[in-house]
């Protein structure tokens, strides 16, 4: 099953989800290493990014790429589709998804989804290894959580390395894989805390350019919201 947007897409094709195809036609423009590779790839429109889905852990090692089959609408590749549209729709900075792609084997399914590429961005990670931000960056990150909040959306996965910025100092949230709208209020804080030893952790693993005080101004934008 494919589910694509025909503004950027023309032929929804499996191809489009191969990182082979791309690279045959020398359309591979670059990669990154997450808990998999993620390609970037130059598509008919725009470049984009392409990603397999991967479990993590030991479990992960044993699986890899399979998951339980429940339904088309509950694959992990529809789910981020819809959730990344919805966000897009309430102009909170995420990539615009392209297509997503869910294959069926019995019991199980993979899953793959194509998204926008953010142009001369650099994830918080990189960008705090250079140099310290300013309170405004900060102000920007916790008002782009907000706007996200504001949607319902509750990102589980909420850390340095899935926060971009662009050379336009735009703010930008990446990495929706199991996340999803939720009622109430509780994980907002949740989101935040996590946030926060995400800024804490890589702070002893990369020597990051950041304080807790730094904190505090992205608190300060998120009370504000954008
Ligand atoms: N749409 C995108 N635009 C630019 N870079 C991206 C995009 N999606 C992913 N990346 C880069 O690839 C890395 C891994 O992608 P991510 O979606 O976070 O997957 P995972 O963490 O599950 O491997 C990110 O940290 C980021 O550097
Ligand atoms: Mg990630």
């Given amino acids: 099953m494919i589910w694509y947007d025909s503004t950027f897409i023309s032929a ?32 008919e429109h725009l470049p984009a990014a392409l990603r397999h889905y991967r479990r993590g852990g030991l479990f992960g090692k044993l699986v890899r790429d399979q998951y339980w089959f429940n339904g088309w ?4 590749s529809f789910r981020e589709f819809s959730l990344l549209s919805k966000l897009i729709e309430a102009d909170v900075n995420v990539p615009r998804p392209l297509a997503a792609m869910a294959v069926r084997s019995g019991l199980y399914y993979r899953a793959d989804l194509l998204s926008e590429k953010i142009a001369n961005a650099q994830d918080l990670v990189a960008i705090l290894q250079s140099g310290a931000l300013e309170k405004l960056a900060y102000h920007r990150i916790g008002a782009e959580i907000r706007a996200m909040h504001d949607v319902g959306v509750n990102h589980t996965d909420l ?3 899935n926060l971009l910025i662009d050379d336009q100092n735009k703010v930008w949230i990446i990495d ?4 999803a ?3 109430g209020e509780s994980w907002k804080q949740d989101n935040l805390s996590r946030l926060k030893r995400s800024f804490e952790k ?6 990051i350019h950041w304080q807790l005080e730094d904190f505090d101004e992205l608190l300060k934008g998120y009370e504000l919201g954008k």
Avoid at 73 to 76: A, F, G, P
Avoid at 202 to 207: C, D, S
């Fill in 159 to 161: 850390n340095i390395h």
């Fill in 202 to 207: 890589e702070l002893g693993r990369y020597q």
């Fill in 181 to 183: 709208e939720q009622p």
């Fill in 12 to 43: 929804p094709d499996e191809q489009l989800f191969c990182s082979d195809y791309w690279q045959k036609q020398d359309k591979v423009l670059g990669s990154a290493q997450g808990r998999g590779t993620t390609w970037f790839v130059e598509t």
């Fill in 176 to 179: 929706f894989d199991k996340c």
């Fill in 73 to 76: 609408h509950n694959t992990r």
